[in-house]
């Protein structure tokens, strides 16, 4: 059995551009329908000198890292971490050399009022 290698390579090329075309171009609205525009996501800004990690060593904890102070917290619960400002997607994973340099302060149960 033998291929045409350019052959398939052009049918490559015009599905890519049949896929690109399709990514860009917008679906018409059906009869009736209400279209709503996508606006961009608000880009949002984290707290300054701050970060959200965990640990292997630690297991699941989640830890607030404060720059400023050389200190660490755990956070107890993902609304904390929310509360601060920061999402779990934010959470960032580092070693243990990096977690040990902040001085360990009490954990965060709540946020004030």
Not at 54 to 81: C, E, F, H, M
Not at 96 to 112: F, G
């Amino acid at each position: 059995m033998s291929y045409d290698i350019v052959a398939l390579h052009k049918l490559i090329d015009e599905w890519a551009a049949s896929q690109r075309d399709a990514e860009t171009s917008p679906v018409p609205a059906l009869e009736g329908e209400v279209v709503i525009e996508a606006t961009p996501a608000e880009e949002r800004v984290l707290p300054e000198g701050q970060r959200v990690v965990r640990v292997k060593s630690q297991g699941d904890r989640v830890y607030l890292l404060d720059d400023n102070t050389k200190k660490r917290n755990w956070l107890t619960t993902p609304a904390i971490v929310e509360g601060l400002g920061f999402s779990m997607a934010d959470v960032v994973e580092v070693e243990d050399t990096e977690y040990l340099k902040y001085q360990m302060d009490s954990a965060i149960h709540r946020l004030p009022d």
